[in-house]
């Protein structure tokens, strides 16, 4: 029977390949785990290690990391970095949480402090960093924002950010404006703005649809100056954007800026980008946004790094505090395998001198989160119009920092509600429901 | 795998099942003369990769799911998706896109392929300036088009504005920012459907349209009478094809719009993306199962529909 023998002789190979498709697909699932156990060996020889390291493709964001690796490397020679920029925004998140919980994520990661970081299940994917040597110079309100249960999980890159307004300085001298401390006097500004001709009052860039967030998101101290326990009762279940002032001031605020027509015209096109270059070449006089931005300016308008101030976004009241946002944080995942040079280089971002090199790379953006650093005495316009308001005191944190929850459909709620497709209250609603999925995921009590 | 097992009918093979009918004539069927287990191969990568996912998607659909855990919560998943506005939009939305697209890629398609299978000049290099679109990437169209239609700069408005129409917000008017991805999609996908028909126009018979001739049908005759019933073959194809493709539709709409602005032109696809992007993997896992069940309940009873009247003619 040679017929059966061939048929046999034929199908064999074919299981056999299909069985080493499966046996392949385990090898490289198990990879992270045996590399894991090895880990750190490495370290004591002076062997040279590479470390891989993500960091969102912001201006800002790569100016740190790459000056604080390279730092690094000139101290520690057998030490390199591959540095690989990832999109911002949601797909940023999507990347990041993906890569951590597949084990595939870089020995070092730059990310956001606050609620997102505490998106990551940090217990089970981040590498605990109590034992760095400089652990007790990061300041505790930054600790507060990379901590879960009590541990540790990174250190401070960058600055203090505030959620206020860029506004154009040569333009306010030109009308004779003072910078407004509530919102009936910034409306006032706004309209004499519009009246002059001159440049478009407001700036909203909403191609890139989280810049949309600010009328909300720095909105967020005046919400807390009128109760201060606003937070607490926001996770508990008990208040509600859609209740009324102070919370829903920001929907409302963005809808009339919209309704008086004093949006740039290219508003839904434009890009975050665009906005920086408006609001620092005066084609625009205020641009509500992270003071991050400062960073763009000084990339892409150098000459108009003077031209621009900041001030807090305005509230009902009078004399309104800054919403500040604390610095991103560098982590590193459990599962990274150079565990002692990823915390050897961690601790070295908590200096003093790491701060300088960052200043030295980016600027002075705003204060710092380790003990013992300094700003220099020329520090730019708008980080000098910020420190005023962490010199009095006149801050209050974002909400992300007090509350796990934010909802992932903000950016595009308020790019409805500022371009006229939803109303104030509409949009408040539905950012509510959006909100309920985000605590219900988390397991909050109370929903 | 399945190329090997096509393939592998040895020289012997026509001869054995022949060999044994000869000799037992009482089997009324004829075995195959594979065993089997060479299902095997294909059965466990189509049931690891295709049949466990989809079984496990149901029911992660109905749970509220982290990756590390899961809870299960019933049908809350589906209450939410069905509940919130944006989310039940987005079905409206999915819906109006793909019969949109489908429909014009069924008319234009149709239209192209007989004017590209008649007596014309360059007929060869119209055929693949239509098809051409096809073979780019959907990314590299959805950019060019988002740069083509942007209000200010966009060659589009630029164009117009010569002719002395306003600008108009191709992507940024939440009225027609859906519409506008729609046209891309026709745009792009339009070259296949005139393939699809094009073969069908060329496998009509020359002696009908003769016939036609001789009975003094003038062209537009020929076309209702003779053309057009005898492409409902290609017509089934088509519409089957592009209603899938336009229900499942994502990475042209997330390189233009990312369902915007707002949550305009938000479609299934973009909003279960949206969803998993935010961690909410169960409620996105549900959104993937209404997909799912959206698709079938649709595509099922049409290709029956379409293929009945096939075989009634």
């Known amino acids: 029977m040679p017929f059966t023998h061939r048929r046999r002789a034929f199908a064999l190979p074919a299981l056999i390949a299909v069985s080493a498709l499966g046996l392949a697909a385990c090898s490289s699932g198990s990879t992270p785990d045996e590399s894991t156990s090895s880990g750190g060996e490495t370290t004591d020889a002076m062997e040279p290690v590479e470390l891989s390291f993500l960091v969102d493709n912001n201006e800002t964001s790569v100016g740190v990391v790459t000056a604080l690796t390279d730092a690094y490397t000139a101290a520690h020679p057998n030490v390199t970095f591959a540095i690989e920029e990832r999109p911002g925004g949601g797909e940023g998140d999507n990347i990041v949480k993906t890569r951590l919980q597949t084990g595939e994520m870089t020995d070092l990661f730059f990310y956001n402090s606050g609620s997102l970081f505490q998106a990551l299940a940090p217990t089970r994917t981040l590498l605990p960093i109590d034992d760095i040597a400089n652990a007790g110079a990061i300041q505790d309100t930054f600790k507060a924002g990379v901590s879960a249960d009590g541990t540790l999980y990174g250190v401070p890159a960058g600055t203090a950010m505030g959620g206020g307004v860029m506004y154009n300085i040569p333009l306010y001298e030109e009308l004779g404006l003072d910078v407004p401390t509530s919102w009936d006097d910034f409306m006032a500004n706004n309209q004499a703005i519009l009246d002059s001709g001159k440049a478009a009052p407001v700036i909203q860039t909403f191609k890139d649809t989280w810049t949309s967030q600010l009328f909300v998101l720095g909105d967020f101290a005046n919400v807390l100056a009128a109760d201060s326990e606003w937070a607490n009762k926001y996770t508990a279940n008990e208040v509600k954007y859609a209740d009324g002032a102070p919370a829903i001031d920001g929907f409302v605020h963005q809808q009339e800026v919209f309704e008086a027509g004093y949006l740039n015209k290219d508003f839904a096109s434009a890009t975050f980008v665009d906005g920086v270059r408006m609001v620092a070449q005066g084609e625009g006089a205020h641009y509500p946004m992270l003071s991050f931005a400062l960073a763009e300016v000084i990339a892409n308008s150098p000459d108009n790094v003077g031209d621009v101030g900041f001030f807090a976004l305005p509230g009902d009241s009078a004399d309104s505090p800054l919403t500040t946002w604390l610095a991103a944080g560098i982590y590193a995942p459990a599962d990274t395998e150079h565990a002692d040079v990823v915390k050897d280089f961690m601790s070295y971002v908590a200096t003093p001198e790491a701060c300088d090199v960052q200043t030295a790379a980016v600027g002075a953006q705003g204060p710092y989160f380790v003990d013992g650093c300094t700003l220099p005495d020329d520090v730019p316009q708008m980080v000098a119009d910020m420190l005023p308001y962490f010199e009095a005191n006149n801050t209050q944190p974002a909400l992300e920092f007090l509350s796990p929850i934010k909802g992932p459909a903000l950016e595009q709620i308020t790019v409805e509600v500022g371009s006229g497709i939803r109303s104030a209250e509409d949009g408040a609603a539905l950012y509510d429901e959006d909100v309920k999925k985000q605590a219900q995921q988390l397991g909050l009590e109370g929903w | ?35 089997m287990w060479f299902y095997l191969p294909a059965a466990i990568i189509y049931g690891v990769l295709f049949v466990a996912p989809t079984f496990a998607s149901f029911y992660f659909s109905l749970t509220r799911w982290t ?83 942007d209000p200010f700069d966009g060659l589009i408005n630029k164009v117009l504005a010569v002719v002395g129409v306003d600008e108009i917000g191709w992507l940024t008017d939440p009225n027609l920012a859906l519409f506008s991805v729609a046209f891309v999609d026709v745009w792009r996908g339009l070259g296949l459907a005139t393939l699809i028909y094009i073969a069908g126009v060329v496998a009509i018979p020359q002696e009908y349209f003769e016939a036609a001739k001789v009975d003094g049908a003038n062209a537009f005759k020929q076309f209702w009478h003779v053309t057009l019933p ?82 009634d003619r």
């Not at chain 2, 987005?90 to 109006?96: R, Y």
């Open chain 2, 67 to 149: 990756i590390f855990d899961s809870e299960f919560i019933g049908l809350e998943n589906f209450v939410t998706f069905f509940s919130e506005p944006y989310l039940f939009d987005s079905l409206v939305n999915t819906l109006m896109f793909a019969v949109i697209t489908s429909g014009l890629k069924v008319v234009l398609g149709l239209l192209f392929a007989v004017f590209l299978t008649s007596q014309i000049k360059a007929r060869g290099y119209l055929r693949s300036v239509v098809f051409f679109p096809v073979l780019v990437s959907t990314v590299g169209v959805g950019v060019t088009f988002s740069v083509l239609m």
């Open chain 2, 230 to 311: 005898l492409m409902r073959p290609a017509t089934t194809t088509v519409i089957i094809l592009s209603l899938i493709g336009g229900l499942r539709s994502f990475d042209l709409i997330w390189t233009m719009t990312k369902g915007g602005p707002g949550f305009s032109s938000d479609v299934l696809a973009s909003v279960v993306y949206k969803q998993y992007q935010a961690g909410f993997y169960g409620l996105s896992t549900a959104g993937n199962v209404v997909l799912f069940l959206v698709v079938a309940a649709i595509i099922i009873p049409l290709f029956w529909l379409l293929n009945r009247k096939e075989v």
């Open chain 2, 1 to 35: 795998m399945t190329q090997q097992t096509l393939q592998q009918p040895p020289p012997e093979a026509p001869q054995a099942p022949r060999g044994r009918e000869a000799r037992g004539a009482r089997k009324p069927r004829t075995r195959s003369p594979y065993p």
